[in-house]
T-cell receptor, first 113, second 109 residues
Framework: ETGVTQTPRHLVMGMTNKKSLKCEQHLGHNAMYWYKQSAKKPLELMFVYSLEERVENNSVPSRFSPECPNSSHLFLHLHTLQPEDSALYLCASSPSDAGNTIYFGEGSWLTVV | LAKTTQPISMDSYEGQEVNITCSHN???????ITWYQQFPSQGPRFIIQ???TKVTNEVASLFIPADRKSSTLSLPRVSLSDTAVYYC??????????FGAGTRLAVHP
């Protein structure tokens, strides 16, 4: 138990579907992140939110749409994905003033068919 | 951003000490050095963090020389369950937490 909870843990969706990944953190942190990890590739930072405002977007395609309604919740809305988007999507949180200490959830495995 | 360089992979045997070195030549004054461990199909887990000299916790030790241009993660007496990918992270701020390829450690019986 890391204090960061992701749901669902596994998701299979068609290319025309709309789905969402949810993340909730119970650590009182004010920064939240989405990372993508494809098979045998390094973690890719997708989005960073601090105090519910997006502060970093590393050129992620618009078919991925993040939402941060409050400092404890983060969503990743998925629409018209491609098979190459199949990956492990990891949510994380940290205090925004604590350097490199970041806490990850268990991840959501996404398969696009 | 301080770029980090680690060996791609390492092999060890149960009971041995494993040292993984990370190079970060352009580390900034306010950067901390943090190491993470990742098992397959899980998110990375914080192991240890340091700024200079030596830090030790119940899991590992971290050695940082005076110039801070490298750091060494030391895992004492590894077991099969220490087989994982180990990442060295150096970042100036929370919104620049970029992970490299990491070091894939395989521990053999």
């Amino acid at each position: 138990e890391t204090g960061v909870t992701q749901t669902p843990r596994h998701l299979v969706m068609g290319m025309t579907n709309k789905k969402s990944l949810k993340c909730e953190q119970h650590l009182g942190h004010n920064a939240m992140y989405w990372y993508k990890q494809s098979a045998k590739k390094p973690l890719e930072l997708m989005f960073v939110y601090s105090l519910e405002e997006r502060v970093e977007n590393n050129s992620v395609p618009s078919r991925f749409s993040p939402e941060c309604p409050n400092s404890s919740h983060l969503f990743l809305h998925l629409h018209t994905l491609q098979p190459e988007d199949s990956a492990l999507y990891l949510c994380a949180s940290s205090p925004s003033d604590a350097g490199n200490t970041i806490y990850f959830g268990e991840g959501s495995w996404l398969t696009v068919v | 951003l301080a770029k980090t360089t680690q060996p791609i992979s390492m092999d060890s045997y149960e009971g041995q000490e494993v040292n993984i070195t990370c190079s970060h030549n352009n580390i900034a004054t306010n950067d901390y050095i943090t190491w993470y461990q990742q098992f397959p199909s899980q998110g990375p887990r914080f192991i240890i963090q340091g700024y200079k000299t030596k830090v030790t916790n119940e899991v590992a030790s971290l050695f940082i020389p005076a110039d801070r241009k490298s750091s060494t993660l030391s895992l004492p007496r590894v077991s099969l369950s220490d087989t994982a990918v180990y990442y060295c992270l150096v970042a100036p701020s929370y919104n620049k937490l970029i992970f490299g390829a990491g070091t894939r450690l395989a521990v053999h019986p």
